[in-house]
């Protein structure tokens, strides 16, 4: 059976579509075909992010009304494992029924199906891409962020406890200058499980230039470890300092 993944967030910007989209890569370095799915109708952005934006002819809402799912999915040109759906440009244009068939055909076609919410609870929509969706919390270290996850955390249906927090943006520095918390405070202050620490990166920031994640930096190292626990490896944190 693959994986399915939702990336979620209190707060907007968090780095939910950025996390997204490096966790792409790494899958795709595990050998495994991913396909994203932009759920950010009006704001999509991963088409951008993975540079196939001029490519896009139909989105999600083409899909969910009937379109072939090939023709409205665009494989990356830089890595033919990934593909991506482009998120509808209008608001209010994925109904829950018609996502919870799309959902059911596309797991069955790839290794991972990464769903890349909007900031915000959609529990109709959470609930049609089904219960083995995992989802994953991206949260900052900043203290208004944590609090916005542990906001999601109480809000999640009790059927959605296979959610995880990823800690994004990471600066071991603030934390040795005791400006933000520590990171066991960090993850009892969410109350999620930790899954990974992505750690504050240039190359993350510029993804959408280069559409690509250097393979020997830290933030990709930090996104393969994800993508290794969320396929069943035992993978132990680093040391703080070395993330
Ligand atoms: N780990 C990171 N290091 C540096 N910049 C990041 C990182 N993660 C995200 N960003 C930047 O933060 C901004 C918001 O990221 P994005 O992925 O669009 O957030 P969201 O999908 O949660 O709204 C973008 O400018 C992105 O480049
Ligand atoms: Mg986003």
Known sequence: MGICLATTSGKGGTGKSTVSCGLSLAFAKLNKSVLLVDMDEGLRCLDLL?????KVVFD??????GVAIADGTYTLPQNPLISVIPAPRQIGNIQA???????KKVKSLYDVVIF???????FSLYSAIGDDAQFLTVCNPDPVSVRDAAAVCAS?????NAARLIINRFDAEYIK???YSNIDD?????????????????????????????????AFKALYRIARRLSDYEVRLPKIKKI
């Open 50 to 54: 993975l540079g196939v934006d001029h």
């Open 60 to 65: 999600l809402s083409d899909i969910l009304n």
């Open 97 to 103: 029924d018609a996502l919870s068939t799309f959902a």
């Open 116 to 122: 890349d919410f909007p900031a915000g609870l959609d």
């Open 156 to 160: 999640l249906p009790q059927n959605k």
């Open 177 to 179: 200058k005791k400006i």
């Open 186 to 218: 960090i993850i009892d202050m969410s109350g999620f499980r930790l899954l990974g620490i992505v750690p504050q990166s240039s190359d993350l920031m510029l993804l959408s230039i280069t559409h690509n994640i250097n393979k020997k930096t830290k």
